[in-house]
C-alpha cells in the first residue's frame, strides 16, 4: 500500500517517486535519506520495516502514532542512527538487546508506550547518549 499522511495527501509513501520526494523524508545532497520525521501523522500498524532498508538515516521521528507490537531488531543494521523518538505509540515487548549495537545512539525515547522487562545494560554501555 502506499502510505498517505495528514496534511500531505498527494506525497505517498512507496510510490514510484524517489524517497526524498516522500512526505516526512529529509535527504542530504547525495539524495541518501538522513531524517524520516512522521510526528503525529495517524499512523497504525507495525513499524513500517522498509525504514531499515535506508542504510543512511540519522534520526527516526515516529512520535504520537499508533505504532504497535514490538520494536523491531532490524533498527540495530542502521549504522548512521543517532535519535530514535517512539514516544506514545502502541510498541510493546522489550528493547531488542541488539540496539545496544547501534555505538552512534545518542537519544532514545519510548515515553508512553507499553514496553515491559528491564532496560538490557548494555544500553547504558553506548557512550554517546545525551540526556
Same mark, same amino acid.
Given at each position: 500500500f502506499p502510505m498517505e499522511?495528514?496534511? /500531505?495527501?498527494?506525497?505517498?509513501?512507496?510510490?514510484s517517486k524517489h524517497e526524498c520526494l516522500w512526505a516526512g523524508i529529509n535527504c542530504d545532497e547525495l539524495n541518501n535519506t538522513r531524517t524520516i520525521n512522521l510526528?503525529?501523522?495517524?499512523?497504525?500498524?507495525?513499524?513500517?520495516e522498509v525504514v531499515t532498508h535506508l542504510?543512511?538515516?540519522?534520526?527516526l521521528a515516529f512520535a504520537y502514532n499508533d505504532l504497535e507490537g514490538p520494536l523491531?531488531?532490524?533498527?540495530?543494521?542502521?549504522?548512521?542512527?543517532?535519535? /530514535?523518538e517512539f514516544q506514545w505509540n502502541q510498541?510493546?515487548?522489550?528493547?531488542?538487546?541488539?540496539?545496544?549495537?547501534?555505538?552512534?545512539?545518542q537519544l532514545l525515547n519510548f515515553a508512553g508506550n507499553f514496553l515491559?522487562?528491564?532496560l538490557p545494560s548494555e544500553i547504558g554501555l553506548l557512550r554517546n547518549t545525551k540526556g
Open positions: 499522511f495528514e496534511g /500531505v495527501p498527494a506525497t505517498r509513501w512507496l510510490s510526528h503525529g501523522q495517524a499512523m497504525k500498524g507495525t513499524f513500517p542504510p543512511y538515516v540519522q534520526n523491531p531488531d532490524s533498527i540495530a543494521s542502521l549504522r548512521h542512527l543517532l535519535n /530514535v510498541f510493546t515487548g522489550n528493547l531488542p538487546l541488539s540496539w545496544s549495537n547501534s555505538k552512534n545512539l515491559s522487562g528491564q
